[in-house]
C-alpha cells in the first residue's frame, strides 16, 4: 500500500519570502500521479498543482512550483512570493493508475500560516 | 452547476440515529468519490462510483457506511446508527473520468452526539 508522509506539521512564512513544503511517499510503481491539495478555513479542497511521475520537468503553476525527485521519493512544494491567501493547510497526496479506484492517499497536511 | 456542491452544510445528529449526506457532482463528471476527514488528519477513502460499474466499496469503515449514486448524478452516503466516532467531514469529489483531478466539494461536517 502506498503511504504519503509529511512531515512538518505547521509552518510559517512571511508576506512576499518564499517558503517550500516537504513530502515523502512509499510506492513499488514506477507510473503514478502526485497532488498538492490547499484547504483553506473554509474546508473546500483546492488543487493546487499536478505531477505525472512519468515526466521529468518539474510542474508549475504561477508563484507555485515542485521539485519532484522521482528516486529519492520526494515531492516538495515551493511557494513563491507568499501572499496572505496561502495561509491554510496543505496537503499532499498520491494516485495510483492501477486498481479500479483512481483513488487519493493523502498525507496528515502541513498547516501554513503567512504573516505580515 | 460550476462546482461540486455538498448538502447539508452542517449536520448534527444523536448516536444512534441515520444520517443522509448528499453529492451533486461537476456537471458530466463520471467518477465520484467519497472521503472522511477526521479533525487534524488527512482524507480516507471511502468509497468510489465509475459510471455504471459496480462501486469501489473497499474504503467504508464498516457496514453501517453505504452509498448510492444513480448513473452519472447526484450520490448520497448514508450512516446508519451513528457513533461518536463517526464525527468528522465528509468530502465528495468528481472527476472527468478516471484517473484525471479531482475537485472536491466544501464538505459536510458531522457532528454526533
Known amino acids: 500500500a502506498q503511504t504519503v508522509t509529511q512531515s512538518q506539521p505547521e509552518m510559517s512564512v512571511q508576506e512576499a519570502e518564499t517558503v517550500t513544503l516537504s513530502c515523502t511517499y512509499d510506492t513499488s510503481e514506477n507510473n503514478y500521479y502526485l497532488f498538492w491539495y490547499k484547504q483553506p478555513p473554509s474546508r473546500q479542497m483546492i488543487l493546487v498543482i499536478r505531477?505525472?511521475?512519468?515526466?521529468?520537468q518539474n510542474a508549475t503553476e504561477n508563484r507555485f512550483s515542485v521539485n519532484f525527485q522521482k528516486a529519492a521519493k520526494s515531492f516538495s512544494l515551493k511557494i513563491s512570493d507568499s501572499q496572505l491567501g496561502d495561509t491554510a493547510m496543505y496537503f499532499c497526496?498520491?494516485?495510483?493508475?492501477?486498481?479500479?479506484?483512481?483513488?487519493?492517499?493523502f498525507g496528515t497536511g502541513t498547516r501554513l500560516q503567512v504573516t505580515l | 452547476g460550476a462546482g461540486v456542491s455538498q448538502s447539508p452544510s452542517n449536520k448534527v445528529t444523536e448516536k444512534g440515529k441515520d444520517v443522509e449526506l448528499r453529492c451533486d457532482p461537476i456537471?458530466?463528471?463520471?467518477?465520484l468519490y467519497w472521503y472522511r476527514q477526521r479533525l487534524g488528519q488527512g482524507l480516507e477513502f471511502l468509497i468510489y462510483?465509475?459510471?455504471?460499474?459496480?462501486?469501489?466499496k473497499s474504503g467504508l469503515p464498516s457496514d453501517r457506511f453505504s452509498a448510492e449514486r444513480t448513473g452519472e448524478s447526484v450520490s448520497t452516503l448514508t450512516i446508519q446508527r451513528t457513533q461518536q466516532e463517526d464525527s468528522a467531514v465528509y468530502l465528495c469529489a468528481s472527476s472527468l473520468v478516471f484517473l484525471e483531478t479531482q475537485y472536491f466539494g466544501p464538505g459536510t461536517r458531522l457532528l454526533v452526539l
Open positions: 497526496a498520491f494516485m495510483s493508475p492501477t486498481g479500479t479506484a483512481s483513488k487519493l492517499t
Open positions: 505531477q505525472e511521475a512519468y515526466k521529468q
Open positions: 456537471s458530466g463528471h463520471t467518477a
Open positions: 462510483f465509475q459510471g455504471n460499474s459496480a462501486p469501489d
